[in-house]
């Protein structure tokens, strides 16, 4: 059995965490703590991976925490930048154990992943590309993880093949095109009713392709958590995306 500490348990996701585990035949629950618990009860004795769902300010703390408590890092929360990863690589190198692992996952759901994973494969055959994400209105944070990565995984399509910058005439903005993430112009509904979903629009004159994935339950990052807790361990070091634990 594979014993799973979940901190961030009294959130929308770490909810859902605590119970996908309890019900998985290969894993067990052991500590779920949240905000004002002390992460330090965590140890090798307790705890194999720790899955992490809380919020972007507090999750890269968690994470040096966790990594000095010599166990492994599964991580859900946003807000990753490059300088927090390096911070979490350098941890890394200095931890308790020499083959010890983080992974984070931008998003858990195979439609995500695989939302991504097509953009970036049709990038290169496209003029234009924009993204949209649609999620409920207590996100705390926007653009989303998943749409920051999206915007990334086209801009280096794009890059790879030589393609100019997108065409935009727009000459007044007051904000209605977006952040631009990467070249790539990135927009954030909230809508009360939606819970993940992430539109990829790609141009060329006279057509266009969509790529949708519609995640309408917390039940469907489920699956990929449970499969990031199975690998993390053999994974050391820091792995980024769910992709490298599927065959694409
Ligand atoms: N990678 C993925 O597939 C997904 C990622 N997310 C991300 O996961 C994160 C959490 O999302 P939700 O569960 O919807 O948020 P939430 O607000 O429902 O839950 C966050 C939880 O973290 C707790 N928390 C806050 N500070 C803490 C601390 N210092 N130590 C321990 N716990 C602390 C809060 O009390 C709360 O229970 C967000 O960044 C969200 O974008 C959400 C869904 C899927
Ligand atoms: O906060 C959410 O709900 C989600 N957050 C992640 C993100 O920001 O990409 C993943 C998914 O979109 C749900």
Known sequence: MIKVSVVGAKGRMGGNVVNAVTDADDTELALALDAGDDLTRITPDNTDVVVEFTVPSVSLDNVLTL???GVDVVVGTTG??????DQVRAALAAAPRKD???FIAPNFAISAVLTDYFAGIAAKYF???????MHHPNKVDAPSGTAIHTAHTIAEARKAAGLAPVPDAT????????QVVDGIHVH???LRGLNAHEEVLLGNPGEQLVIRSDCFDRGSFMPGVLLAVRNVGSHPGLTIGLDNFLSL
Request: charged share 35%; no cysteine; hydrophobic share 35%.
């Open 127 to 133: 003029e234009s590309a924009e993204v949209v994400e």
């Open 80 to 85: 990753w930048t490059d300088e927090k990863l």
């Open 100 to 102: 010890q692992a983080v």
């Open 188 to 190: 954030a509904v909230r």
């Open 67 to 69: 990594i000095g408590q």
């Open 171 to 178: 000459e007044t903005d007051g904000g209605s095109r977006g």
